[in-house]
């Protein structure tokens, strides 16, 4: 399908065309929501193809989820035919699986490389502490793991640290006892230098390392950087103000701009000659990924960073009305240090925001559910047409049991991840183990699962007599009958798990052996499934029906799959994302989508329930003293009200439980931020502000809640009722008291004093 110029361009605004046509070897489309972004970066690609003459293998086009991968695909599909698929659509994580897959082996990845999720790296983590005799309690696997992360996204090497901090330690020296360890600094390069030893060892990567070790493939293979530059002559990136530093510099690689070439500005486009031509897309003020590495001066840095670089700015927004943007306008200019937008919409002013404030986080989920339930019923909303979001996962859980018993159907985004449950995570490392028999994090996993006598005593000799050896631990399982002490008690169970290991990997090896075979091969020989079926624990059948389920998904991805591999397969479960679970756009599914501000991110819903506006809960409270975590909570609120089109809600409890206690909540100062004539209170004041206030207890809202919920016991924390709540106290939050304690309780009374 040739289209013509009309079709591509004929349905956008003057800017969003200019954007689509544009030539030039740089340019920023930096915009604020909703504004078409997303929409223009597709028609430019269709552009590129159908109007520079690119062929699609020259285009190489970051979206920031799979799901937006797969989005931006069909989109293309329909615009420009099926040429599209052979495209290059991908996250940073897959398209750097491709490269790695290809030369990987230049940098000493062997093909079947692990990836490890989250939990792999932790056990990792936690082998290294043991044998460093390192406190876990002190220094947790996820602490460590978050610096390790932020050296990787930095692109700080194991060679910097240890030169800086650690300068006498080498990686896999055998008895290391870091007892004596100084400083923090140290025990991180220590643990880090070794952590990297051992990743390499097992012939295994983590997702940080995907983008790292490509960034190092292309910086010292010459002559696969030139392929790809060669290749690759359009690169384009959604959501750049998410990226961080080493993305930013993969994209540099990539595109070759550091290659001293200047960019051809020919009238044909980029050709082939130059770097690429780079087209990034983005909205600084939906930068909401620090904690991952996110750098927003990529994206505020752009026009200095990448020569003969051109802006342009959208600022019609398609998507709300404009009492949404307002709302999300004046709330993002309370943000210092940003350059100020115009976004205005033509949709009109549309309906006010509805505000409610619930005496206990229960009663906002039952007034939530009672309120989709009603625009279901009375005017005719669509279930799925509605999002609820919320700050933390852990907020999800009351939302659901409101909808559970209003019967409003919905649909969880993230929670309990498929292939993080215990069994899943049994039969891929199974899989893992098969593919990779170096991955000794897996094949520790499955070496006693199910039960064969195989415990800590029998690992720990393998282990030992392995590393005393240089060995993996799979050849030492291999060599097990030449392991001193041995006693035939567990030198036969390890031949026979050896032998069954050796079996199975033959099985997988033969000639067109499709994924999902050697998923029932494993289920079946490894007696996982068996030891499953046989138990009267009735949890036990859902974990047979998720081994089932699991061999469905092998069979579906054989059948979408061209080139179907057993590491083909275990790669796309481990680049699986919350977001992979959200439905496809124009489906009904006939259910209300339930997700973090997190995930939302891109999306948008006629109708959002912004949930727990309140302090400590949004913003969070690790945010609220620290100016710049500050901004972060208010960009993920912008990014929260502008998902909405038509109908936004906000709401928030007066008490809620954290940590285990019921806490008072004060109201979010985000709240404070939205101007008063545009959200319509359905309920203002709860709690204690209400007694405050004059309001006697059930003299109005009492008829809402029932004695004995939670509200009273929430209460009982403060004193009781009796006490007239004169010394509440604060269940360790991190505001102060000052701000709370005026009677006349009003939005404005404590915007300025706190938090100004
Ligand atoms: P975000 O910042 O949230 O990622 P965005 O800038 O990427 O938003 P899009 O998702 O591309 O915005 O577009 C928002 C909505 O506006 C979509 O429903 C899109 O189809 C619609 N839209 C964008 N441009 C136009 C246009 N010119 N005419 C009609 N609808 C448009
Ligand atoms: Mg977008």
């Known amino acids: 399908i040739v289209r013509s110029p009309q079709e591509l361009i004929g349905d956008l605004n003057e800017q969003q065309a200019q954007a689509v046509q544009f030539r030039g070897p740089a340019l920023l489309i930096g915009a604020g929501a909703g504004s078409g972004k997303t929409r223009v970066l597709t028609r430019r690609i269709a552009w590129i193809l159908t109007r520079f003459g690119a062929w699609p293998s020259q285009i190489l086009a970051i979206t920031f989820t799979n799901k937006a991968a797969a989005e931006m695909r069909e989109r293309l599909s329909t615009l420009i035919g099926p040429v599209a698929q052979r495209m290059w659509v991908s996250t940073f994580h897959s398209a750097c699986v491709r490269i790695l897959r290809r030369d990987g082996e230049r940098i000493g990845l062997k093909s079947g ?23 876990v309690k002190r220094y947790t696997p996820r602490q460590i793991l978050a610096r390790i992360s932020d050296y990787k996204n930095g692109l700080t090497g194991v060679r910097e640290t240890l030169a800086q901090y650690a300068p006498d330690f080498r990686p896999g020296t055998r008895g290391f006892r870091i007892g004596h360890i100084g ?19 097992a012939n295994a990567v983590d997702f940080d390392d995907l983008i790292v070790r490509t960034v190092e493939l292309l910086r010292t293979q010459p002559d696969v950087a030139e392929y790809y530059r060669r290749r690759f002559r359009y690169i384009l990136v959604d959501e750049y103000q998410d990226t961080n530093h080493a993305q930013y510099v993969l994209v540099r690689e990539l595109a070759g701009v550091d290659s001293g070439e200047r960019p051809s500005s020919d009238a044909v486009g980029a050709g082939r000659q130059g770097p690429a031509w780079i087209t990034v897309v983005g909205d600084s003020d939906q930068s909401i990924y620090a904690f991952r590495g996110a750098d927003i001066s990529n994206i505020q840095d752009f026009e200095q960073d990448f020569p003969d670089a051109r802006t342009i700015m959208l600022e019609q927004n398609y998507r709300s009305t404009q009492t949404i943007l307002d709302a999300a306008n004046a709330v993002i200019a309370h943000n210092e240090g940003r350059k100020p937008k115009k976004l205005w919409t033509a949709a009109g002013k549309g309906a006010p925001i509805t505000g409610y404030a619930a005496d206990t986080a229960q009663l906002e989920a039952h007034w939530i559910a009672h309120e989709i339930r009603r625009l279901h019923e009375e005017e005719g909303v669509r279930y799925s047409d509605v999002a609820v979001m919320y700050r933390a996962n852990a907020q999800s859980r009351s939302l659901e049991e409101g909808l559970i018993q209003a019967h409003v159907p919905y649909q969880l985004i993230g929670g309990t991840k498929f ?41 720990s000799m393998v282990t030992v007599w392995a590393d005393e050896r240089g060995l993996t631990f799979w050849q030492g399982i291999e060599q097990a009958d030449r392991i001193e002490g041995m006693t035939t008690r567990t030198l036969n169970p390890l031949k026979r798990f050896a032998a069954m290991m050796t079996q199975l990997r033959t099985f997988a090896a033969e000639h067109d052996r499709q994924p999902s075979q050697v998923v029932a ?57 919350d977001s992979d679970q959200l439905p496809d756009e124009a489906e009904d599914t006939g259910k209300v989508t339930l997700m973090t501000l997190h995930t939302a991110k891109g999306l948008e819903y006629p109708v959002v329930f912004l949930t727990g506006m309140e302090q400590g809960t949004f913003p969070h409270s690790r945010a609220m003293e620290d100016t710049s975590e500050l901004s972060e909570e208010r960009r993920l609120a912008y990014v929260g009200i502008t998902r909405a089109k038509r109908h936004l809600y906000i709401t928030r409890a007066a008490v809620r439980a954290q940590w285990g206690r019921a806490s008072e909540m004060m109201p979010s100062q985000f709240l404070d931020e939205i101007p008063d004539e545009l959200i319509d209170w359905k309920r203002r004041e709860a709690g204690v502000e209400r007694m405050r206030s004059g309001w006697g207890r059930g003299s109005d809202g009492g008829s809402s809640y029932g004695r004995g919920d939670d509200w009273d016991a929430g209460l009982d924390e403060f004193g009781g009722w009796d006490d007239g709540f004169a010394e509440p106290s604060y269940g360790g939050s991190a505001y102060g008291r000052s701000s709370y304690g005026s009677s006349s309780y009003g939005s404005s009374s404590y915007g300025g004093s706190s938090y100004g």
């Open 183 to 201: 400083n923090v600094e140290e025990l991180y390069a220590i643990v880090y230098a070794e952590y990297q030893h051992r990743l390499a060892l």
């Open 419 to 459: 292939y993080e449950r215990r069994e899943v995570k049994d039969a891929l490392a199974y899989l893992q183990a098969i593919v990779n028999p170096a991955d000794g994090i897996n094949m520790r996993r499955i070496l006693n699962v199910p039960k064969r006598g195989l415990g800590a005593r029998a690992e």
């Open 521 to 577: 091969e494993v289920l079946a020989q490894s007696g996982l499934l068996e030891e499953l079926q046989k138990s009267t624990d009735p949890q036990d059948q859902s974990r047979v029906e998720n081994l089932s389920q699991l061999q469905s998904v092998a069979a579906e991805y054989e059948q979408n799959t061209p080139d179907a591999t057993l590491a083909g397969f275990l790669e796309t479960t481990a680049l699986v994302a």
């Open 113 to 135: 490389f692990t990836i490890y999720d989250t939990a792999d790296c932790e056990r990792l983590v936690k082998l290294i502490a043991t044998d460093f005799n390192i406190d």
